[in-house]
């Protein structure tokens, strides 16, 4: 289905490759983890799927085409099979729920029929029965999502990609995002999801590619999220932080940073037990079907480094960001976490004043740069994590949705073919864009991590209907009264037999003669003939006398 045949890819005016050497097959109806450390090039492993890239070097067959062979004006109808799920939801703020969803179909001209059985029909598959008319705003960042996931199904592609969809939601709303995901892939759609939650790839136990450096590093049925990826994320932010101070600091210890610049970080995995866990024995060179859990000893070590890093990256950025004199405990702090021995100390000193004072001087900056104390202390008590970028909750813009969910590539000349004119739908979108703009919902911070035990404990979005209930078993008593064959008494058995039947018929029965005297809604059970019960409904269903 999706096939990487040594894929290198290497953006313009970079000298390293986001993807490096990548081979890998997906099958049809697979569920696919794309993990890695930020950087490690998931999101350019989804581009290139997208044909929104094109490999340097290499081949990707998707579909069973091979995508060097489709033009560009055949991009859009190619995206027609796939959906894309991102984590800032890229909903149109102005549309409600059914338009966000219809919008993507009626740009590809879907009939007025089609998008009025087919919208309703996927939000109530992914739990949003009845929310059609609601805006965005209206909803909470899970439902959002789901209206997310909806317009990237609602026209049936055979695969799915979700970059991050859980980076903006707390762990049990990902959880339930999870659930539908999966829903969605046993209904036979191929989904591949790029993630640094770890306890959602743990829990499910699907296949997992791991990234490091845009190279293959893990592939992996059944797997769980794998102590290499942390181990990677951690010591990456602790490598940023360690430069970021570098570039503040430039009269400092000579050794403490030697040979610490930014790497590959497989190797930087290996030299992981020297890093982030100096008590324990170096963690195991990182080899496909070998991952090993960390020990407590070493997820609190590698927690408290990645703490660290993050809280004083974040400070120091923060005050390079404002431009304003860098705080003092920020550039302490940034210095320290390259030291695995005051990691501890400085996450609590960073963590606490250091972009405090920052945010001080930069509020507005320091509300987007990731890992604020709060997040510094979040991350505490969980695995290794990474500092993604505070995940704001963006409105999309017309093309950003007609490129990810329907197929048009903005930069295209081409416009799909549609049952009405996209170039007014996304130039009257443009207009509603700059209104909606100030109404725009503020950006959010990441979300705690959703661990093991909250994937475990969440509660299914869907909820299937009981097969039986009070009400259910009553209704169908009734019906069945209703609708019971009538006992038929053959006229000669019967004493009172009268000659009202048409000859060589049986009689009525006594019953049927009962029967004529009844209300409709009698006759069919609906009301009782004794007149309403305690309790009963006292609306009438036909007519009483
Ligand atoms: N448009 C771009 N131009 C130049 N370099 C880019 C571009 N997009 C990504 N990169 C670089 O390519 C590499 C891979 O980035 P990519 O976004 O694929 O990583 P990722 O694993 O998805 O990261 P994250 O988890 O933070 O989203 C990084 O070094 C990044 O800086």
Redesign the pocket.
């Known amino acids: 289905m999706i096939r990487f045949d040594s894929v290198t890819m290497t953006?313009?005016?970079?000298s390293?490759?986001?993807?490096d050497d990548v081979t890998v097959e997906i099958l049809r109806g697979e569920f696919v983890f794309?993990v890695?450390?930020?950087?490690?090039?998931?999101?350019?492993?989804?581009?290139l799927i997208l044909k929104e890239?094109r490999p340097t070097t290499g081949q990707i067959h998707v579909l069973g085409q091979d995508l060097r062979r489709i033009s560009t004006r055949k991009v859009p109808y190619f995206r027609r099979n796939l959906g894309v799920v991102f984590q800032d939801f890229r909903l149109l703020p102005n549309k409600n729920v059914f338009d966000n969803v219809a919008f993507a179909l009626r740009v590809i001209g879907k009939s007025r029929g089609f998008i009025q059985t087919a919208v309703p029909e996927t939000l109530r598959l992914v739990g949003l029965d009845g929310k059609g008319k609601r805006l965005p705003h209206e909803l909470s960042g899970g439902e959002q999502q789901r209206v997310a996931i909806a317009r990237a199904i609602v026209n049936k592609p055979q695969i799915l990609l979700a970059?991050?969809p859980t980076g903006n939601l707390d762990p049990v709303t990902s959880a339930g995002i999870m659930t539908l995901l999966e829903r969605i892939n046993a209904g036979g759609t191929t989904v591949i999801m790029?993630t640094?939650e770890a306890g959602i790839v743990d829990q499910m136990q699907r296949r997992v590619i791991e990234?490091s450096?845009?190279e293959v590093v893990r592939d992996e049925r059944s797997a769980g999220y794998g102590i290499s990826a942390e181990a990677i994320a951690v010591e990456i932010e602790a490598t940023d932080a360690a430069a970021a101070a570098a570039s503040v600091v430039p009269t400092r210890e000579p050794g403490a940073t030697k040979g610490r610049g930014r790497r590959p970080a497989r190797k930087s995995a290996v030299r992981k037990g020297a890093t982030a866990a100096p008590a324990e024995a170096p963690a195991p060179a990182v080899e496909p079907a070998a991952a090993t859990p960390a020990t407590p000893a070493s997820e609190s070590a590698a927690a408290s480094t990645a703490a660290t890093a993050a809280a004083a990256a974040a400070a120091v950025a923060a005050a390079r960001k404002s431009k304003a004199p860098e705080p003092d405990a920020a550039k302490a702090a940034a210095t320290e976490a390259a030291e695995p021995d005051t990691a501890k100390a400085a996450a609590t000193e960073t963590a606490e004043s250091a972009p405090a004072k920052a945010a001080e001087s930069a509020p507005t900056k320091a509300a987007e740069i990731d890992a604020t104390p709060a997040e510094a202390k979040a991350a505490k008590p969980s695995r290794g994590r990474?500092t993604?970028?505070a995940p704001t909750a963006k409105p999309a813009t017309a093309e950003d949705v007609l490129q990810d969910a329907s197929g048009f590539d903005s930069a295209s000349p081409e416009i799909p073919a549609t049952g009405e004119d996209a170039d007014a739908v996304v130039a009257a979108l443009r207009s509603e864009e700059t209104a909606a703009a100030a109404s725009a919902p503020k950006a959010k911070r990441a979300a705690p991590k959703v661990t093991a035990e909250v994937m475990r404990d969440a509660p299914p979005l869907y909820v299937e209907p009981e097969a039986t209930d009070e009400v259910t078993d009553e209704a169908a008593a009734i019906t069945a009264a209703a609708t019971a064959p009538v006992e038929r008494i053959p006229a000669a058995g019967r004493d009172d037999a009268e000659p009202d039947g048409p000859p060589g018929r049986p009689a009525p029965p006594a019953s049927a003669k009962k029967s004529a005297n009844l209300t409709l809604a009698e006759r069919l059970g609906l009301r009782s003939p004794a007149g309403p019960r305690p309790g009963d409904d006292d609306q009438e269903v036909g007519p009483v006398k």
Do not use: C, M, V
């Open positions: 953006y313009h005016g970079q390293r490759p986001a993807l794309l890695g450390a930020s950087g490690s090039g998931k999101s350019s492993f989804l581009r890239e970059d991050e790029a640094h990234l450096a845009g990474t993604k970028k």
